[in-house]
């Protein structure tokens, strides 16, 4: 589990693809405290550590992965948020976060608004009645408040910190975003499922 909130930006050194695509991504973490076997939300997907280096771990995603997320998209370079996953007795500073996208969705529009920067994105249709004003998503990883709601859009206001401290200082319009919806409105839609 994790909280959505970014901890280091690190990026992509390598990618090679043998079966799965084994990532090896640099990190401002100490790797030295980091296990084979860990948990790492890497922009919002929950990947397993596989080896380390002084400076950087690798981990590896399926086929599954890549068509399910915008990993298919990193190039070497690309900029990953990374969050190491919780540890009883930390503070949980922003919600619950599994590290499983929900689905991908697209920037439409990038809107200054005095120091904060207002973001719109795309919304599946099957995803609208889980997103709700006011409630928490995740997007690559960053835990964030829903400013509004439409039946095909959402938004939401990133303050100059969240801008300055994750992979959003370079989002673009057109730009494909990991989303994943609130836990507790996943549990609800499905109660609700099967009480009918």
Same mark, same amino acid.
């Given at each position: ?37 860990? !948990?790492?939300?890497?922009? $919002? /997907?929950? #990947? &397993? @550590?596989?080896?380390? +280096? %002084? =400076?950087? *771990? ?77 409630? !928490?998503?995740?997007?690559? $990883? /960053?835990? #964030? &408040? @829903?400013?509004?709601? +439409? %039946? =095909?859009? *959402? ?42």
């Amino acid at each position: 589990m994790f909280t959505g909130i970014i901890t280091d930006v690190g990026s992509i050194a390598t990618l090679e693809k043998n079966g799965d695509t084994k990532i090896k991504i640099t990190t401002a973490f100490d790797t030295e405290n980091i296990e084979i076997g860990a !948990s790492i939300a890497c922009s $919002g /997907v929950c #990947l &397993t @550590v596989t080896d380390k +280096g %002084d =400076d950087w *771990f690798a981990a590896e995603a399926s086929d599954e992965t890549l068509s399910c997320t915008n990993l298919g998209a990193w190039r070497e370079g690309s900029p990953v948020n990374l969050e190491r996953a919780l540890k009883m007795g930390d503070e949980l500073g922003g919600h619950v976060v599994a590290g499983h996208v929900d689905a991908v969705v697209t920037l439409t529009n990038l809107e200054p608004i005095g120091d904060s920067t207002k973001l719109t994105f795309s919304l599946p249709s099957d995803y609208a009645a889980l997103v709700a004003a006011k409630g !928490s998503v995740t997007l690559d $990883g /960053v835990s #964030l &408040t @829903v400013n509004a709601v +439409g %039946d =095909d859009f *959402f938004t939401v206001n990133i303050i100059s910190h969240t801008k300055a401290n994750t992979s959003f200082k370079y989002l673009k319009v057109g730009q494909e975003i990991n989303m994943e919806i609130d836990v507790l409105a996943r549990y609800v839609a499905r109660m609700n499922e099967v009480a009918k």
